[in-house]
């Protein structure tokens, strides 16, 4: 039987990493891409490509790197970070450099896999969003915009591309050990002006995401599972989550915005008493 193909982005650190290794384990060609192309695992059936999703001509020779497979069969758009900052300190440039790596990276790679996966009648993008897609919290304007629009982008391609025969599923991680924390932590220090009137707010909410880090419920390669049952489910589903807490947190912000909207306001106020 051929082997399947998966390309999987921000492959070098954290979920992609891991997810890279588990399709390789069960037999899967692996086109697995970042920009530090030196940390991506190696292996049988796993084939490295530097890639910077903010950068057309890297997208293209991705997915070209891919096309000699003959098939493509699954796209993870799973690289991001979390660009930081109180909304009014976040320069223009950031948060575009935010909406072109978690959003338009995804969206653009996309659009480079549909004609061969409509051609096939058969494929699936796995996107990798997070409860933050459907949540929100002070000093995550950008990277929630980011998240929510990438679930909005996902479902309307799903009602677009279905019709062929092809699927776009949004996977929700909460809080998982990798890297991303101290990115974006480090990221709220890039962005503060001097003199900032933000900073008792940053002061208090770093604690809380280093909380956050330190007490990930999962790790990167539980979630490289959950990327496996998204990529492969039969009947596939519009949302995956690692567990039911994640689910119902999301949940709750969708249903009961007003509720979730004092429930985020109160973590602020403590931040900053
Ligand atoms: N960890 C969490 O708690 C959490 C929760 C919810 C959602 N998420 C989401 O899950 C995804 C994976 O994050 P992670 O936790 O595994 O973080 P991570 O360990 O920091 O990994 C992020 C990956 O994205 C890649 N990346 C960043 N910018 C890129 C670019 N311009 N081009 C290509 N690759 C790029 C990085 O590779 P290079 O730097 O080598 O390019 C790295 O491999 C992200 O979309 C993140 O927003 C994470």
Not at 13 to 20: F, Q
Not at 87 to 113: C, I, P, R
Not at 248 to 260: D, G, K, L, S, T
Request: hydrophobic share 40%; charged share 20%.
């Amino acid at each position: 039987m051929q082997k399947k193909t998966v390309l999987i982005t921000g492959a070098s650190s954290g979920m992609g990493y891991a997810a890279t290794m588990l399709f390789a384990q069960k037999g899967w060609e692996v086109y697995a891409g970042a920009r530090r192309v030196d940390k991506i695992p190696t292996g049988s059936g796993i084939h490295p490509v530097k890639l910077d999703v903010t950068d057309a001509v890297s997208r293209a020779a991705f997915v070209h790197a891919a096309q000699v497979e003959g098939s493509l069969d699954v796209l993870i758009n799973n690289a991001g970070y979390g660009e930081y900052g109180p909304l009014e300190e976040v320069s223009l440039a950031h948060a575009h450099k935010q909406l072109e790596t978690n959003l338009f990276g995804a969206t653009e790679l996309t659009k480079l896999v549909l004609p061969t996966m409509r051609r096939q009648r058969s494929g699936r993008i796995v996107n990798i969003s997070s409860i933050g897609g459907d949540m929100y919290s002070s000093l995550g304007g950008w990277y929630h915009i980011a998240k929510h629009g990438l679930n909005v982008w996902s479902d309307v391609l799903d009602t677009e591309i279905r019709q062929f025969g092809l699927r776009s599923v949004i996977v929700e991680p909460g809080g998982t050990a990798s890297s991303w924390s101290e990115i974006a932590m480090g990221s709220i220090k890039n962005n503060l002006s001097p003199n900032t009137p933000y900073q008792t707010l940053v002061d208090g909410t770093l604690k809380m995401i280093t909380n956050v880090g330190s007490h990930s419920s999962a790790t990167s390669e539980d979630l490289a599972k959950v990327f496996y049952r998204a990529a492969t489910d039969q009947r596939a589903k519009r949302r995956y989550y690692y567990n039911f807490s994640d689910r119902m947190m999301a949940r709750m912000a969708r249903v009961h915005p007003e509720i979730f909207h004092q429930v985020v306001m109160r973590m602020s106020a403590r931040a900053i008493r």
